[in-house]
């Protein structure tokens, strides 16, 4: 099943592009520019091991940076599942842009993909469920914004993408403010109306305490499932339109047994984090 994630506008992705291809190129590709003219040459992207395919459309913004003649053309769908040896992109352009922009464009769309696999697999064991796997913060520091769109292509929901996003009441942030109260009845009077408020807790006497203070969202961390599934019981019997999120240790393992026991969403750093590249490689026809 393929999924779509919504890429950043052109003027955020093409900053990060130009950073990673400076990154790469220096001063110029010594070996290209020594010996490759700007004729006109055709690659396919190979895959070398079945897997999710994400971010071909960030490949192909590589490509037309450095040269905007060349052409990318998917063979596969973004977000859809491929076998080893299959042919998921097809690439037309002047060679010196194919050779300088190959690390970079693979590089991103093997990254991406070992991320939205494993968000699949992940998606997969609670597809009955209503509960929705979500994202988190744990991602490396400069590919946050196409993590979390690898994430969605894979199946999950983004949770904040950073901490202007919405409030986290954290338990630095409890122990610092004096308890779960005090903390929101402060955070409350200072941040714009639209924003909303979640509570991380670790005991029903949490639990009740956010309850009492009106959070918008509740998350249940690292509770074991017995503890959660009355949390989630005393939640919804004071306020069913608080959202319930459960977190911590999640694995594949574990997954199901969480979302069975009616929580709203689930969130892991386990699909970014615990993921393993997918192996591409580029040929010259």
């Not at 973004?78 to 080893?84: R, Y």
């Not at 409030?167 to 200072?190: C, F, L, P």
């Not at 499932?225 to 009355?230: E, F, I, T, W």
Request: proline share 4%.
């Amino acid at each position: 099943m393929s999924h779509f994630g919504v890429l950043p506008p052109r003027l955020v992705l093409d900053r990060l592009l130009h950073d990673w291809l400076l990154e790469d190129i220096g001063r110029g590709d010594r070996t290209t520019q020594a010996l490759i003219t700007k004729e006109v040459r055709q690659a396919k992207w190979m895959a070398k091991a079945s897997g999710v395919i994400a971010g071909l459309p960030i490949a192909a913004r590589v490509f037309q940076l450095l040269d905007e003649k060349v052409s990318f053309i998917p063979v596969v769908a973004e977000g859809s599942s491929c076998e080893a040896g299959k042919v998921v992109a097809q690439i037309d352009g002047p060679l010196d842009a194919l050779l300088m922009g190959e690390r970079v464009a693979l590089n991103i769309v093997m990254r991406l993909s070992g991320v939205a696999k494993l968000t699949q697999n992940y998606v997969d064991q609670i597809a009955d469920l209503p509960a929705k796997l979500v994202d988190t913060r744990k991602t490396t520091p400069g590919l946050r914004l196409l993590e979390k769109y690898a994430t969605t292509v894979g199946g999950a929901v983004n949770h904040r993408m950073g901490l202007d996003d919405a409030v986290m009441i954290k338990d630095n942030h409890i122990a610092a403010a004096g308890g779960i109260g005090k903390a929101i009845v402060q955070i409350r009077s200072s941040i714009p109306y639209p924003l909303t408020i979640e509570v991380e807790t670790e005991s029903l006497e949490q639990v009740q305490e956010a309850l009492q203070h009106r959070s918008d969202i509740i998350m249940l961390d690292n509770m074991p499932v017995d503890l959660m599934r009355q949390a989630v019981d005393i939640i919804r019997q004071h306020d069913s339109h608080v959202k319930i999120e459960a977190s911590g240790n999640i694995t594949l393992d574990t997954i199901r047994a969480v979302a069975e026991t009616g929580v709203d969403y689930i969130s892991s750093s386990a699909p970014i984090t615990k993921s393993s590249w997918l192996d591409l490689s580029m040929r010259i026809e």
